[in-house]
């Protein structure tokens, strides 16, 4: 552990780039390969890679496109079009470049794609019979040249408004980088922004919502700070926690900070330094923040001391996973220093000194002793849980409880599985024993939590099973209602001369859509989805010419309930 009185200080090497670009690491990036994939200048990000999201590190840069779609998209550099993805959410339309230099580029919320490969993809679908898909090409299918035009900007998939994601990802490992550190340049002289800073007692304990925490206001700018208290005072073992964000030059959000440093009395003992990361690590922002204060206030407090079963390998110069316990009653000095992407950096400094007081900090609930380490396992009469080993960032108490079902429409008690101010990195097995009234709509069957999110559902042996994502409270309910599907702007009998497309809106009550099919005068037509907005769409083709036509669109839900719509139109 770090002891003020016996300081030990690991340290691990950290190198210079060009342009002041700090990196945590003995890696080097090519940094005159690749030119930008916009020409939009001056380039403006409306995200930053690593940038605290829901559930997630933002996985790359997010160009602004002045809320416009339709900007071309250029090949940063020479390649082959090696992954063609097509979805209702995530990136919408996106094309993976496969480049000589080990790396591969990602654009990601494209409107469209250039002629060559959209008429690939199309007939690729007619073919399938699908929107959605993800193809390999082989390397001479598309090859592409440093500033080729590939595809235009968009807002497809989750996209919350008009902007380009792009990414640059090792080709070997999948592991996606900053492209900042690539030689992409974005104008910044800005010094990142320190909001507040916390202090958590953890007392040699488990952190989780029971941890006392200290806030203190953080005053100053231009990269100087400090706070309004002379000295803070600690007692026993602690952590600290920051809020910080950053902007770069012109029209720029507020963006993520790429590296957070702590140290005391000289030595580092935290630095988390945004470089590279795995994808499958990325749900672990959650125990790199504080969560329950996520979802209590709203804050992204960056805890900088590491939680046991965290994955991530964003952390270097740790000592004691930057837990501090002070040994003795001297004053210490602190420093927090906050760096973007371009090597602007903002820095903190402040005191500490222990009052020598005996603190005694909340136990968590008893419970059922579950561990980060383990796989676990819980099971009554009526509800099993399975954890795999890596659910879990720290040891819990599994709480667990019995509650009265639901007035109507449920087939089981409600069961409290722990509580979500707990994170989790992948979800957990549930089973829950339905009641014999389930009777014939086993089949319809699915797990659902007291919000009213569905967490899917199959029927085994007399339990419906799910993958539930989160702790929470779940029951068994039923979903026997099919989805809806709305006309916008077409109707029986309608001429759609001059119209480009058919739009519809799609509901669906609780599990969700499974399927969409459309056909025109019995032969399948591609039918294109988009989450967000709800909407479906049919762009007419030279497949449909003039006089009248059938149209039959079939939707099914996750349950297997298919609603058909059925009118003639004219062309």
């Known amino acids: 552990m770090i002891k003020t009185g016996f300081f030990l200080f690991l340290f691990s090497a950290f190198t210079l780039c060009t342009e002041a670009q700090q990196i945590f690491s003995s ?107 993800d193809e390999y090409p082989p390397a001479e299918q598309f090859p592409v040249h440093k500033g080729d035009v590939i595809a235009w900007s968009g807002n497809r998939g989750s996209s919350g408004g008009p902007h380009l994601h792009f990414e640059i990802r090792d080709s070997k490992t999948e592991q996606t980088i900053n492209p900042q550190l690539f030689g992409i340049q974005i104008p910044d002289d800005i010094p990142p922004v320190i909001y507040s800073l916390y202090l958590y007692k953890l007392n040699k304990k488990t952190f989780n919502e029971y941890t006392p925490k200290q806030n203190f206001q953080v005053t100053g700018g231009a990269g100087k700070y400090h706070l309004a208290a002379n000295t803070i005072v600690v007692s026993g073992e602690v952590g600290f926690g920051i809020t910080a964000t950053d902007r770069h030059n012109g029209n720029s959000g507020l963006n993520g900070v790429y590296s957070i440093e702590l140290q005391l009395d000289g030595k580092t003992v935290f630095t988390s330094a945004l470089e590279r990361f795995a994808f499958e690590n990325s749900k672990a922002i959650n125990s790199h923040i504080d969560y329950p204060a996520f979802l ?75 561990f980060y380490n383990k796989e676990n396992e819980f099971s009554t009469e009526s509800v099993k849980v399975v954890m795999p080993k890596g659910t879990l960032y720290n040891d819990l108490n599994l709480v667990y409880k019995v509650k009265p079902r639901p007035a109507r429409a449920a087939y089981s008690e409600i069961y409290q599985i722990h509580n979500n101010l707990t994170p989790l990195h992948v979800g957990f ?7 014999a009234s389930l009777g014939t709509l086993k089949d319809k069957a699915v797990i659902v939590s007291t919000g009213g999110s569905s967490q899917g559902g199959t029927f085994e042996n007399g339990f419906v099973k799910a993958t539930a994502r989160n702790f929470g409270s779940y029951y068994i309910a039923v979903d026997t209602v099919a989805p809806s599907i709305i006309p916008v702007n ?58 009248k036509h059938q149209l039959r669109l079939e939707v099914e839900d996750m349950k297997g309930n298919i609603k058909t719509y059925s009118i003639n139109f004219y062309k």
């Open 27 to 133: 890696n080097t990036y090519p940094l005159v390969d690749f030119r930008p994939p916009l020409d939009i200048l001056p380039p403006a990000l409306a995200g930053s890679f690593g940038e605290l999201r829901g559930n997630h590190f933002h996985s790359g840069i997010d160009f602004r496109t002045n809320q416009r779609e339709g900007y071309p998209v250029y090949a940063i550099a020479d390649g082959y079009v090696s992954r063609i993805r097509v979805q209702n959410s995530g990136f919408g339309q996106a094309l993976y470049l496969t480049h000589t230099n080990g790396y591969t580029s990602v654009y990601g919320h494209l409107s469209r794609f250039s002629p060559k490969i959209a008429e690939a993809v199309k007939s690729i679908s007619y073919q399938k019979k699908t929107f959605e898909m």
């Open 490 to 547: 077409i109707l029986d009998g309608k001429n759609m001369s001059g119209i480009p497309k058919m739009l519809f809106k799609l509901r669906d009550n609780l599990s969700g859509i499974k399927s969409f099919n459309g056909y025109i005068d019995g032969s399948w037509v591609l039918m294109e989805f988009d989450t967000k907005t709800a909407t479906l769409w049919h762009s007419f083709d030279s497949r449909t010419g003039p006089g």
């Open 429 to 435: 097995d549930l089973w829950i024993k339905a009641d």
């Open 296 to 370: 209590s206030s709203r804050r992204s407090i960056q805890k900088s001391f590491v939680d046991p079963g965290n994955p991530m390998k964003i952390y270097y110069n740790l000592v004691n996973n930057g837990r501090i316990e002070f040994t003795d009653q001297d004053v210490h000095e602190l420093k927090y220093i906050i760096t973007d992407s371009k090597g602007n950096k903002s820095i903190l400094p402040f005191t500490a000194r222990s009052d020598g007081k005996i603190i005694v900090t909340p136990d968590a609930p008893d419970g059922i002793p579950f």
